[in-house]
Structures are given as structure tokens and as C-alpha cells.
């Protein structure tokens, strides 16, 4: 799931890069795709979440996921807007360089589906009575 969120991801930056953002329906085609690169992963992470968390508990973990993706959102922009301020293309450097972003949030997501498969296999068994 959470590679099909950094796909979306690459979608939007093609989009962006490639879109007339002048015509209006180009402008909804990227807001819309956008919108689904934002929360597609961060659905993603909540069901994972909460597959992982008691249920009586899972307010809480929402609340820390959420903070958690708040803060990580925050302080990841503040370094991609230093970087694209003196970038040679200026903000035109954006679409690249949220593709290349999202090219490593695939690599991440495959590489945490690994760990979460291999950790299943570990996971021993109950055993029905």
C-alpha cells in the first residue's frame, strides 16, 4: 500500500512538472493527484497502524501517527525549500526533485514491506485449542 502512495507521489510530479497550470482543468487533474499522493500514503500508514494496535488503543496510536507525519511534513520542507532556493532552475527544480523524493519513498516502502513480511514469518504462531 504504501508503495502505491509513492507512486502517487511520482504521478503528481510528472503532473506538475509536465501540467499548463493556466488552463483550470489541468489545475484540477494535479490538485486531484496531489490529494491522493498526500492522503493515499497516509491511509496507508493508519491501517498499518492499526492492524499492528490493540483496538481499545488505537485513538491514541491515530493521534501519535498523525502528530508524528505532522512534524516529519514540517521539517522535511523546510530543507527541500533551502535546496530549491539555490537550486540552479529555482522552484522550476520542484517537479524533479519531488520525483527523486518520491523514487526514495518507493525504496523505503518496499524496504519496510520487506522487514514487515519477514517479521510475520518470525512471528510464532498461536495455537488453537
Same mark, same amino acid.
Given at each position: 500500500?504504501?508503495?502505491?502512495?509513492?507512486?502517487? $507521489?511520482?504521478?503528481?510530479?510528472? *503532473?506538475?512538472?509536465?501540467?499548463?497550470?493556466?488552463?483550470?482543468?489541468? !489545475? &484540477?487533474?494535479?490538485?486531484?493527484?496531489?490529494? *491522493?499522493?498526500?492522503?493515499?500514503? /497516509?491511509?496507508?500508514?493508519?491501517?498499518? #497502524? %492499526? +492492524?499492528? $494496535?490493540?483496538?481499545?488503543?488505537?485513538?491514541?496510536?491515530?493521534? #501519535?501517527?498523525?502528530?508524528?507525519? +505532522?512534524?516529519?511534513?514540517?521539517?522535511?520542507?523546510?530543507?527541500?525549500?533551502? $535546496?530549491?532556493? /539555490?537550486?540552479? &532552475?529555482?522552484?522550476?527544480?520542484?517537479?524533479?526533485?519531488?520525483?527523486?523524493?518520491?523514487?526514495?519513498? #518507493?525504496?523505503?516502502?518496499?524496504?519496510?514491506?520487506? !522487514?514487515?513480511?519477514?517479521? /510475520? %514469518?518470525? %512471528?510464532? %504462531? +498461536?495455537?488453537? *485449542?
Amino acid at each position: 500500500m504504501a508503495a502505491a502512495g509513492a507512486g502517487a $507521489v511520482l504521478a503528481f510530479a510528472v *503532473a506538475l512538472g509536465t501540467a499548463d497550470l493556466g488552463d483550470p482543468a489541468s !489545475l &484540477r487533474a494535479v490538485a486531484a493527484l496531489g490529494g *491522493a499522493a498526500v492522503y493515499g500514503a /497516509r491511509v496507508a500508514l493508519q491501517l498499518t #497502524v %492499526r +492492524e499492528h $494496535v490493540a483496538p481499545s488503543d488505537s485513538g491514541k496510536a491515530d493521534a #501519535v501517527t498523525n502528530c508524528l507525519a +505532522e512534524c516529519g511534513g514540517a521539517l522535511a520542507g523546510l530543507p527541500l525549500v533551502h $535546496v530549491l532556493k /539555490r537550486a540552479p &532552475r529555482g522552484w522550476a527544480a520542484f517537479p524533479a526533485t519531488l520525483a527523486a523524493a518520491s523514487l526514495v519513498l #518507493v525504496a523505503a516502502a518496499a524496504a519496510v514491506a520487506l !522487514l514487515d513480511a519477514r517479521a /510475520r %514469518r518470525l %512471528r510464532p %504462531r +498461536e495455537k488453537v *485449542a
